[in-house]
């Protein structure tokens, strides 16, 4: 039973325009969503991230919207890069002493200059 | 960046061998995490440890064992390697409990 899902394994996007990318996910008691950016061959990088108590963050180009009635988190970068090309990971986290991220299945970002 | 090693970056093993994949982290950081990475499935914990000695299982844990004998490193060990454990390997760790940091990866190939 996937607890995060992220529904589209890949998306293209023109260069200048939005990338939205979705994740839903099933447990009400997550408490902190975090998005991971990997590049082939590399770890995944820390990208951004969003408590349970607010309904948007913003970093720059990226912007993580969370809607807990409908158990979904979008991750919106304006203006979208060629350098942006990368998996994307959403992940969530339980919160207590356990640390432990669930990850959705990722998805691929291709930006079109 | 975070101070994350792995070692060894590549490897091809046979089914039954034992295997043992390091991460070294100079940040001393409490807690590390192994998750391995396949298609269609994303990042999955294996183990993962919040203090020296003490460690626990995730969600796909079967045929893995950890230590960890100090706080910069810590070992999963594949008793005897089977095909359905060729995956890329990779290290995280955090100190604060949310943002995790990932090491470079382990691709592991069991032939």
């Known amino acids: 039973d996937q607890q995060v899902k992220q529904n589209s394994p890949s998306l293209s996007v023109q260069e200048g325009r939005i990338s939205i990318l979705n994740c839903d996910y099933t447990n009400s008691m997550f408490d902190y969503f975090l998005w991971y950016k990997k590049y082939p061959a590399e770890g995944p990088t820390f990208l951004i991230s969003i408590s349970s108590i607010k309904d948007k963050n913003e970093d720059g180009r990226f912007t993580v919207f969370l809607n807990k009635s409908a158990k979904h988190l979008s991750l919106h970068i304006v203006p979208s890069q060629p350098g942006d090309s990368a998996v994307y990971f959403c992940a969530a986290d339980l919160g207590g002493a356990t640390n432990k991220l669930i990850f959705g299945t990722g998805t691929l970002l291709a930006v079109q200059p | 960046d975070a101070g994350i090693t792995q070692s060894p970056r590549h490897k091809v093993t046979e089914t039954g061998t034992p295997v043992t994949l390091r991460c070294h982290q100079t940040?001393?950081?409490?807690?590390m995490y192994w998750y391995r990475q396949d298609p269609g499935h994303g990042l999955r914990l294996i183990h993962y440890?919040?203090?020296?000695?003490?460690?626990d299982k995730g969600e796909v844990s079967d045929g893995y064992s950890v230590s960890r004998s100090k706080t910069e490193d810590f070992l999963l060990t594949l008793e005897s390697a089977t095909s359905s454990q060729t995956s890329v390997y990779f290290c995280a760790i955090s100190e604060r409990g949310y943002e995790q940091y990932f090491g470079p990866g382990t691709r592991l190939t069991v032939t």
């Open positions: 440890s919040y203090g020296v000695k003490d460690t």
């Open positions: 940040e001393n950081h409490r807690y």
